[in-house]
């Protein structure tokens, strides 16, 4: 999570949740699957399951983090947010 966001529209971002496997044309040119290859060679712990060679990637292996599912519940003020599959 990201409790300082560049994204305009939001001022943090939780990702219980990495990866991804393509589904259809809109998907070819998917950012986020060239993302998690690089976090994966840098080590990123979130990043480290590899999806299917034929719909996914390294590190793009659909993965549930639960160390972070409740982390919304110890916030002590609202904020504007966005869950995020790809940090």
């Known amino acids: 999570m990201s409790s300082r966001s560049a994204i305009e ?10 990866g991804c496997d393509q589904v259809s044309l809109g998907c070819d040119n998917c950012y ?7 976090l994966k060679a840098m080590g990123h712990r979130k990043y480290q399951k590899d ?3 034929r719909t996914s990637g390294p590190g793009f292996g659909l993965t549930l983090h639960p160390d972070v599912l409740e ?3 110890r916030w ?12």
């Open 32 to 38: 986020a699957l060239s993302f998690a290859k690089r």
């Open 71 to 73: 982390e919304p519940y």
């Open 51 to 53: 999806g299917d060679p």
């Open 9 to 18: 529209w939001t001022e943090t971002t939780w990702n219980p949740v990495t």
């Open 76 to 87: 002590r003020t609202p904020r504007v947010g966005v869950r995020q599959l790809d940090e």
